[in-house]
């Protein structure tokens, strides 16, 4: 396994999540809903509800917002019925693209899932066709200049994560997503600033793009993050820092 999500990495330092807030709590909100209507409003029951909660903590959702979302899940609140689905494609060069979707409306999904694919030079594929590069990891990055190396490793080992890797500026701490809160919570007890903690589906292999490739690739992965109906994207993908930051 590569290890790495650049794209979770590359979203951070563009300053997508600040940009884009009212977006990102719209999708905490549906994956909340989700989560409670399929496992319950009990977060210590409910470990995909316990993780989107975190999730919406760390965006600094308002408690008003997310308590809402639990209602209507639970269906103490009425609230609109979403489907997940999994769409698989391959951007430019060849690179993997998979996406999870949260949907009222799949047949508008789609269309517009289909349309970026084309305005990218991607292609959406079948299902299954790029699924089996991923595998659903915990993913927590901490900035180098921000941590001692040797208190990161031991502290993250200790929690049992299963392994700790270098990636330029950062650090990238890997875990079995049944170990993730366990993980994040020894690291943030023991006061390591992180810069995303998520569950996440990380590639085996990348594929590296230079070029007009790359800066395609970026604006694909933008398009799609900024659909009301994708949750989250993922790719293998390898793009220079400095294309996605010059797109």
């Not at 990380?202 to 007009?212: A, D, H, M």
Request: charged fraction near 30%; glycine fraction near 8%; hydrophobic fraction near 35%.
């Amino acid at each position: 396994m590569s290890g790495h999500s650049k794209w979770s990495s590359i979203k951070h330092k563009k300053g997508a999540l600040d940009a884009k807030r009212g977006k990102i709590f719209t999708k905490l909100i549906k994956e909340i809903t989700v989560a409670a209507r399929m496992g319950g409003g009990d977060p210590n029951a409910n470990p995909r509800l316990r993780t989107a909660i975190q999730a919406a903590k760390d965006e600094n959702m308002p408690k008003d917002n997310l308590t809402r979302a639990i209602k209507k899940g639970t269906g103490e609140l009425e609230g609109q019925n979403y489907e997940e689905i999994i769409y698989e494609g391959y951007g430019p060069g060849g690179a993997a693209v998979l996406i999870e979707s949260l949907t009222d409306n799949k047949n508008r999904a789609v269309a517009e899932i289909r349309h970026i694919f084309s305005k990218c030079s991607g292609n959406l594929g079948e299902n299954g066709c790029v699924g089996w590069m991923f595998e659903k990891k915990g993913y927590i990055v901490t900035e180098k200049e921000a941590v001692d190396e040797d208190v990161l490793m031991e502290t993250a080992i200790e929690a049992s994560a299963e392994d700790v890797l270098e990636d330029g500026e950062n650090f990238e701490i890997i875990t079995e997503p049944g170990d993730f809160d366990q993980v994040k919570e020894a690291i943030i007890n023991a006061s390591i600033p992180y810069i995303v903690a998520e569950i996440t589906m990380l590639p085996q292999s990348t594929t590296n793009l230079e070029g007009k490739e790359a800066e395609k690739m970026v604006r694909l992965m933008e398009m799609l993050d900024d659909c009301d109906d994708v949750q989250k994207v993922y790719t293998n993908a390898d793009i220079p820092e400095e294309i996605a930051n010059a797109v």
